[in-house]
Every structure is written in structure tokens, then in C-alpha cells.
């Protein structure tokens, strides 16, 4: 198969979010060294899954090759990406320096897709570190970017990120709402993995909401869609909604074996805001069940990973 042929099949299965089929149909092969697009699909599939080791490989093997080829674009693509697999790890300035060059790459471009993308990204870090009100307002540009696109996952990834920090802020009803029509347009676009990420955050507004049953619901749904398509992190967040739902339910043990399941997945793969989630709840749990000295390390862990990525909003919840 030549190689814009390999790069077009491969995109037929991201679009379709075959992110483990993309991967096993090309993992005989070599590294595509020479063929950037390839490599940079691969990428994409490897970090959908939480593979960060292998993302990284690839999208610095694609960087190198488009900028030896003087494609900007494909460049673009790849430094975003790129930006995401460091934020995954915990590498937040290295994250934000990759996304500010993409961002003034795309606007040199004049890509607003990726105008869009780099901006709803870098709002991430922005309410990481506590600057909340403006990464709302960089959310809501990325939204009405998305809306005039008609890019339904990009809304979908928008609406979500912004039903976290309505979440977070106590305004239940606006997350659900928020929610649900993130659910609604990931229903679209048919990706699991994206479809999953949405429903999880829709069970976290409904544990919220005091909705168990329905949260537990939600979540099991969306275990299913991480085992279809190998979502381990999809997994270590239902692992995360388990065990939160488990402590409302006053039930410690349960939560802290869900907790410790998702904490081992999350360090597995790198993803450390996830770890830190996990061992904060690890730690919630060993209180209850009266085991405080092995509370204290739990939540030593989860504060030194929340310092570390200067993650404020988190560290305020953590015990004194």
C-alpha cells in the first residue's frame, strides 16, 4: 500500500474511532520514518488510547519529517498533539510552550480549526492552575469556533471542559445540562472513546446531584465503550466514578479498591492529574476506614503530583 493510500485508511478508522484496529493493522510494520502522515495518524491512535510512550515517539518522529518537508500543517497537527501527550504526563509548561506554537501557527495559517483546538487546550492548563474565568472565556471562543465549523467533536470536547468547571463551581444544573449535549454530539461524531470521556463526565455531575443509581448507570455504559475500543484511561476514570460513588454510599472499602484500581492504571500510563485523583480518593477512603497513617501517604502523594503541576483548584480540596 503506498503511502498517502496507508494515511487515508488510517484516517478512515480514526474518524471511526478504530483507534486499536489503526494500530494492530500497522504494528508489523516499521516506523513510518519517512512517511509523516502515517506516523502522525499512528500518534494520534496510540495517545486516543493512553499510550503516551509510543504517541511521543511517533509525533516527534512526524514533527521532524514535516518540518523537513516544510509542512506547516502537518506540522501543526502534530505539535498539537504532541502538546496533549505532555499535558497527559504532567509536563504542563512543555504542554503550554508546544501549544502556544501551535496556536501561532495555526492563526498564521489561518486554520481555525486548529485556532480553535490549540485555544480550547491551552484553557485547560489556564483552569489547572486556577485562572478559571479565563479559561471559560477561551472555552466559549473555541465553542463558537466549533459552532461556525459545524466540528461536533470539537463542541462536544468544549462543552465538557466547560461542565467540569460549572461542576466544580457548584452549578449542577448547568454541568448536566452541559453534559448532556456533549453526550448529544459525541453520539454524532460515533467515536467510543470520545463518547465514553463524555459519559464519564456526565456521571460525575449526577454523583454530584446525589443521582447514584443513575450515575452507576451511566458509568457502566461507558465501560462498555472503553473495553469495545481498549480505552485503558477511559477505564481508570469509571475506576475513579466507582469509587466516588462507593464513598457516597459509605461504603470505604469498595472505594478504595476502585480507587487503588484506577491509581495503578493511571501511573501505568503516565497520566498524573489522573494518579492524583485517584490517590486523593485512596486517601478519603483510609480515613473512613480509620487507617490514618496510610491516609496521610495517599494524600502526600495526590498533594505532591497536584504541586508539581501546579494544579491549585485541586490542592484546595486535598485535607489540611
Known amino acids: 500500500m503506498s503511502g498517502p493510500d496507508r494515511a487515508a485508511s488510517l484516517q478512515s ?10 494500530l494492530d493493522r500497522y504494528a508489523a510494520e516499521p516506523l513510518p520514518t519517512g512517511d509523516p502522515a502515517v506516523a502522525l495518524a499512528l500518534a494520534t491512535a496510540a495517545t486516543r488510547l493512553g499510550r503516551f510512550t509510543a504517541g511521543e515517539q511517533l509525533a516527534t518522529t512526524a514533527i521532524d519529517e514535516f518540518r523537513r518537508r516544510a509542512d506547516d500543517d502537518g506540522r501543526l497537527r502534530a505539535v498539537n498533539l504532541l502538546g ?3 499535558y497527559e504526563r504532567g509536563e504542563l509548561s512543555k504542554a503550554v510552550g508546544l501549544w502556544e506554537d501551535a496556536l501561532g501557527l495555526a492563526r498564521l495559517l489561518s486554520d481555525t480549526t486548529m485556532v480553535a483546538r490549540t485555544s480550547n487546550n491551552l484553557a485547560t492548563t489556564r483552569y489547572l492552575v486556577g485562572r478559571t474565568a479565563e479559561a471559560v472565556r477561551d472555552y466559549r471562543e473555541a465553542w463558537q469556533a466549533y459552532q461556525r465549523l459545524g466540528d461536533r467533536r470539537g463542541l462536544a470536547e468544549t462543552l465538557h471542559n466547560l461542565g467540569i468547571i460549572a461542576r466544580h463551581d457548584g452549578a449542577l444544573d448547568r454541568a448536566a445540562d452541559l453534559g448532556l449535549e456533549a453526550v448529544r454530539h459525541a453520539e454524532a461524531v460515533g467515536d467510543p472513546v470520545l463518547l465514553a470521556l463524555m459519559m464519564i463526565g456526565r456521571a460525575k455531575t449526577l454523583l454530584d446531584q446525589g443521582e447514584l443509581d443513575l450515575a452507576d448507570g451511566v458509568a457502566q455504559r461507558a465501560a462498555a465503550l472503553c473495553d469495545e475500543a481498549g480505552d485503558e484511561l477511559g477505564k481508570a476514570e469509571i475506576e475513579w466514578v466507582r469509587a466516588e460513588r462507593s464513598l ?8 478504595l479498591d476502585a480507587a487503588h484500581r484506577g491509581r495503578e492504571i493511571a501511573e501505568r500510563h503516565g497520566s498524573r492529574l489522573l494518579q492524583g485523583e485517584c490517590a486523593a480518593l485512596a486517601g478519603r477512603a483510609l480515613t473512613m476506614l480509620d487507617r490514618p497513617d496510610e491516609a496521610r501517604r495517599y494524600h502526600e502523594e495526590a498533594r505532591q503530583i497536584f504541586t508539581a503541576l501546579g494544579a491549585t483548584l485541586w490542592l484546595q480540596r486535598l485535607p489540611t
Open 84 to 86: 496533549a501527550i505532555n
Open 248 to 255: 457516597k454510599l459509605n461504603d470505604p472499602g469498595g472505594a
Open 13 to 22: 478508522l480514526l474518524a471511526e474511532g478504530r483507534y486499536q484496529d489503526a
